[in-house]
């Protein structure tokens, strides 16, 4: 059975500029989460989908967005990028988000200059 | 708010010794726990969980304990092996309705062969 992926898997971007990270789950798997890390912050939780919905959303500003797909792929975008938005972004897949393992992708690394 | 916090940074342990990683919480609606390891340039995998309602789980080497009371768990590796050495995550879900894991901000392992 094939993991999480996420593309691209490094990205450069210049301050103002809008991205798009993408997140394909574990086949089966309907709950698609995101999260931020940096270091000495953990990961920072950015907003949890299931079946094209938005169930819970993190503490990040409106420039943070995500969507979901019907075949459960997800796509997350942070338009007017900041230097401190550099960050590896992982996104985690799991069949409810609910008291289960969450399987996690390698992870985007966004260098924002 | 940091709900989940792991207070250590970092340890360093002996080969063949025991390595004990801690974390604390505040929320006592958190009802599901997991450990997390994570290697440079990949993303987290899941290593072992525990549900509010047992104090103890074992696989293999490792085996976490929860003090609800306290509202405390740890995460016991024996014998430590060099291949241990990442950075370990523990994470917290708050059940039904959330739909979100809460994660510490991670403790680094470096066991000395």
């Known amino acids: 059975k094939a993991g999480v992926t996420q593309t691209p898997r490094y990205l450069i971007k210049t301050r103002g500029q809008q991205v798009t990270l993408s997140c394909s789950p574990i086949?089966?798997?309907?709950?698609v989460s995101w999260y931020q890390q940096t270091p000495g912050q953990g990961l920072q939780f950015l907003f949890e989908y299931f079946s094209e919905t938005q169930r819970n959303k993190g503490n990040f500003p409106g420039r943070f967005s995500g969507r979901q797909f019907s075949n459960s792929r997800s796509e997350m975008n942070v338009s007017t990028l900041e230097l401190g938005d550099s960050a590896l972004y992982l996104c985690?897949?799991?069949?409810?988000?609910?008291?289960?393992?969450?399987?996690f992708g390698p992870g985007t690394r966004l260098l924002v200059l | 708010d940091q709900q989940v916090k792991q207070n250590s940074p970092s340890l360093s342990v002996q080969e063949g010794r025991i390595s004990i990683l801690n974390c604390d919480y505040t929320?006592?609606?958190?009802?599901?726990f997991l450990w997390y390891k994570k290697y440079p340039a990949e993303g987290p995998t899941f290593l072992i969980s525990i549900s509010s309602i047992k104090d103890k789980n074992e696989d293999g080497r490792f085996t976490v304990f929860l003090n609800k009371s306290a509202k405390h768990l740890s995460l016991h590796i024996v014998p430590s092996q060099p291949g241990d050495s990442a950075v370990y995550f523990c994470?917290?879900?708050?059940?039904?309705?959330?739909?979100?894991?809460?994660f510490g901000t991670g403790t680094r392992l470096k066991v000395l062969a």
């Open positions: 994470a917290a879900s708050a059940g039904s309705g959330t739909y979100k894991y809460i």
């Open positions: 086949s089966g798997h309907r709950s």
């Open positions: 929320n006592s609606m958190f009802d599901y």
């Open positions: 985690a897949s799991s069949f409810f988000a609910l008291k289960e393992t969450q399987y």
